[in-house]
């Protein structure tokens, strides 16, 4: 391609958000954003299109959208746009070229069909989506033969090992994890533990449902069920190590037996920054490793037992079905319900399990048909959540 990429970068008040901006500001001849988006966070929507001369936004909420008005906060130059038809319009815009979903939760799903529709390259960050309607997003990239470009780190590393291999030479994925804000924790301390505790990750800067996600492990259970639907890789061909550094971002082991990594410092700069520039290379925002000093790359097997969100989404995975949907959304509400205060940390796997334990699983046909389920599993864990004796913990 030559020319700038015209960039849409949708969830741009989000960390990852944040992220791919320093990446764009440094990169200002091959990335052009072109659209941006946000929930609620209106004023500092606008800085951002201020800052970097955006003719296109929208927010997904409307009485932000109203507020926003009323304080007449965006700059005149940039036509704002409201509810999720607002995010859509953006996601279809006719000058963009890459479309970055990293705004949180499922309700990117439309506007990520919508762009694949139209023709656009997807940066993706949000796993949400590919958990819960992973069939039909990839089924839909290959039909309007669009590039589905990891920005996760674990599925960028395996992006960058598995280039240009036969599929036939690669026996399993190994996704690194490294043990979120609770792994030297006692497991019976785990039961006072609150939301401030959790959301102090070791390594890792993120949103707070991704964070909780890394305390729990559902989030590497997550992103298992995301490389089966990036890679094609089943769930017996997906491993899960301990790796605390966060610096080996994923490998992936060949027929013979050797491993392949890709390392970078714990920094989501270079895996946006190779989204947007595939499949170019050129130097990044952020330092690489630095040898001078010492590192320690420590790779270890996970505690047995330790992380039953995990073996939920991988049994999840091996039903198949709406199974990994509703493996999401239950996590979804009891980590809604943990943040809130109103629930244990340590309930949040026992939602998932007896959510999935009431769903007759089944093979979706439509995508409506995994959005009835979403429904119906929103409100099986909320009634678990509520139907408890859960006492606030503080
Ligand atoms: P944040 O919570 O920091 O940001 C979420 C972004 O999405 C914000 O811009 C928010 O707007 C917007 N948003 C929230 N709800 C909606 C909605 N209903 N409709 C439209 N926009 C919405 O999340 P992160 O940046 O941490 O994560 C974003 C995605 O990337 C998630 O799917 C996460 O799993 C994934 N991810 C994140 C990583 C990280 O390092 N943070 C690493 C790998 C993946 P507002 O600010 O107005 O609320
Ligand atoms: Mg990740």
């Known amino acids: 391609m030559t020319g700038k990429k015209r960039i849409v970068l949708l969830g741009a008040t989000g960390s990852i958000g944040q992220s791919t901006l320093s990446v764009i500001r440094n990169a200002r001849d091959d990335l052009e954003l072109v659209g941006i988006s946000g929930n609620s966070r209106f004023r500092e929507l606008a800085e951002i299109a201020r800052e970097f001369r955006v003719p296109h936004a929208a927010l997904a909420d409307e009485n932000a959208y109203r507020d926003c008005r009323e304080a007449g906060a965006f700059p005149g130059a940039c036509r704002l746009r409201s509810g999720i038809s607002g995010i859509t319009e953006l996601a279809v815009l006719p000058e963009a070229d890459v479309v970055l979903v990293a705004s949180s939760g499922t309700a990117a799903l439309g506007p990520a069909l919508a762009a694949i529709e139209a023709g656009k390259d997807i940066a993706l960050a949000n796993k949400e989506i590919l958990v819960l309607a992973g069939k039909f997003v990839t089924a839909a990239a290959r039909k309007h033969q669009v590039r589905l470009l990891p920005v996760d780190s674990e599925h960028s590393a395996l992006f960058q090992c598995l280039e240009g291999r036969r599929t036939e030479d690669v026996s399993r994925l190994i996704l690194t994890a490294s043990g979120g804000a609770f792994i030297d924790r006692e497991p019976d301390e785990l039961a006072r533990v609150i939301p401030a505790d959790a959301l102090r990750h070791p390594n890792w800067s993120m949103g707070p449902k991704v964070t909780i996600d890394s305390a729990t492990m559902a989030n590497k259970g997550l992103e298992m069920i995301e490389a089966h ?24 082991e060949l027929t013979d037996g050797s491993i392949l990594a890709q390392l970078s410092p714990p920094c989501m700069t270079f895996a946006i920054h190779h989204a947007l520039m595939y499949p170019r290379r050129v130097p990044g925002v952020a330092k690489g490793l630095d040898f001078s000093e010492v590192h320690r790359l420590d790779l270890a097997p996970l505690p047995p037992g330790r992380f039953p969100c995990l073996t939920l989404a991988r049994e999840a995975l091996h039903a198949g079905g709406v199974a990994p949907a509703v493996f999401n959304t239950a996590n979804e509400v009891a980590v809604e319900a943990f943040l809130a205060h109103r629930f244990p940390f340590l309930h949040i796997p026992h939602v998932i399990d007896n959510t999935l334990e009431a769903f007759d699983n089944f093979e979706p046909r439509t995508v409506n048909d995994v959005l009835e389920v979403e429904k119906a599993a929103r409100r099986t864990a909320s009634e678990l959540v509520q139907s408890q004796p859960w006492k606030k913990i503080s």
């Open 229 to 252: 639907w990036l890679f094609s890789f089943d769930a017996d061909r997906i491993d899960v190590v301990l790796h605390r550094q966060s610096i080996i971002h994923s490998m992936i």
